[in-house]
């Protein structure tokens, strides 16, 4: 319920917004109740601008092919955002100064004075525009990767639904499809080493800008990470090296032996290794929507509510379709609370997996919606990405909603515990390479290739025949969003990872304590630091050598009671 704002208000232009900026930063704060009345008001505001440059975003990615979504999105961030950062930076030095900071105590308060402090310390003037290209150019990337098409028995299909044939359990027909998607990928690589050489010139001005040797230390300021430092992601690099990527090849070689062929090809990865045919937890966008309200009603029928809810608000777009921009996401609305969930599923395990994935941050998004003020909800990646990766794990004795048949269920269970294994490295690899990226800003394509290759082949199963292949390789990095739309968003998922593990073997040991404490932790949001809020879900925040090895084991225990 708006009290600050007009609920009839229109975003349009700055003009819109301009006079409620103008009302906080010149409203007089002569008293407690007055600083707590202004705090509420600008969390307002804020939220109904964050609500809109949501559904803008949402709009223009469910179809990038529109030239109208993507002006009105492209609009926001030229005109509108530049406008508002420097009258943010002046609310935030109001409200570092106000005499009466100081008797809001508590965790949350301290938090997010931190976090005030944090903008104000790195907030410059002339990053203003930098930020609004930035912000232009990044979403260039999503155009060209929705662009991205394969011709399939005559039909043009997204190279998510030409992936589906890397299933297949004819190794010509996988072969073919990873040659055409990759050949696709080739066409625009050139773009889009010219769109990150762009990306990585204007970050490492930003940095400079803001007075920081480089974009991976301004960023880890930027991103508020107070709880880890660089050298612990260079400790989690070593640990994954130490004690994944020997799991990572005893899973090669035992796919190897199963599918009983001379070398093991980037093409008979996805395969089933017992020459089954793909997994089809579902056939269509609704009913992949339905299973899993059921799966979540299965664990706590709050949690079926929370997709019920969206369903009834339009909340989804899950189907993948030409013209839509790649990966998944969802994307929390700060004002009505209810999130958007989209996504691009054609009908693969993987897809069964994104949607419980973003279904665990929906339900984080529900359970924070009613939090004081929107600095209370804007929670950190390694707790978010903790709610969504937990549900995976922690709905997998209500998988049989998908699999009926137990071998499948099984089947199922065994791959995505595998999957865990081959992730890990993969977050590794890209989060070392942006390290490498932002602290060499000036190198050359080819020195990027190079470091590329060096980096994938220390975190990758020894056993892949590249063969032939190499430039396909060189440019397998470019699949990856993240690297052009969110940098150094990454890392958050293999710590995330680790405590999703744990949260999962925290649930099997105790199932209701588990549950009630996942639950939880979510709910405080970002009320308290990041180790006090695993330590809420019955966990350690924790990405050392000892407890990703401690981990790995209950990991390989849990595979082998499956086989």
Known sequence: ???????????????????????????????????????????????????????RYVRMTCDTASKEKTELYTYFIAH????IAPISNQLDEKALASPFRSQLTGSAFGIMFR???????????????LFAEMSQESQKYGAIAGAMTVELDGDEVTLQKAADRLQSTNRQEREAAYRKINDRRKTDSNTLNDLYDKLITMRH????????????DYMFVSLGRFDYTKEDCFAFHDAIANEVVPLLNQLATDRKEKLDIDSLRPWDLSVDKLGKAPLKPFATADELLEKTIACFDKLDTFLGDCLRVMQKMNRFDLESRKGKAPGGYNYPMEETGYPFIFMNATSNFRDMITLLHEGGHAVHSVLTKDLELNS?????SEVAELASMSMELITMDYWDIFFPNPDDLKRAKRQHLEQIIETLPWVAIIDKFQHWVYENPKHSLAQRTAEWNKIHHSFSASLI????????????????????????????????????????????????????????ALSLGYTKPIKEIYATAGIRFDFSKDYISELMRFVKSELEKLD
Request: proline letters at 5%.
């Open 80 to 83: 509108i955002e530049p406008q």
């Open 465 to 520: 025949d590249w063969e032939g292949l190499q430039s396909y390789k060189d440019i397998v990095w470019q699949k990856q969003l993240h690297l052009y739309e969110v940098p150094f968003y990454y890392v958050e998922y293999g710590i995330a990872q680790l405590g999703a593990l744990a949260v999962w073997k925290n649930c099997k040991e105790k199932p209701q304590e588990g549950l009630k404490q996942y639950l939880a």
């Open 1 to 55: 319920m708006r009290s600050f704002t007009n609920p009839q208000l229109k975003i349009e232009t700055w003009d819109d917004l301009k006079p409620y900026f103008e009302s906080l930063l010149a409203r007089p704060i002569d008293s407690l109740a007055q600083y707590q009345q202004w705090l509420h008001d600008r969390s307002e505001l804020e939220s109904v601008v964050s609500e809109d440059l949501a559904w």
């Open 115 to 129: 976090s005030i402090e944090k903008n104000a310390q790195i907030f410059r003037e002339a990053n203003v525009p």
């Open 376 to 380: 209370f909800r804007s929670f950190t």
């Open 205 to 216: 001005q930003v940095a400079l800008n803001a007075d920081f040797a480089n974009f991976r």
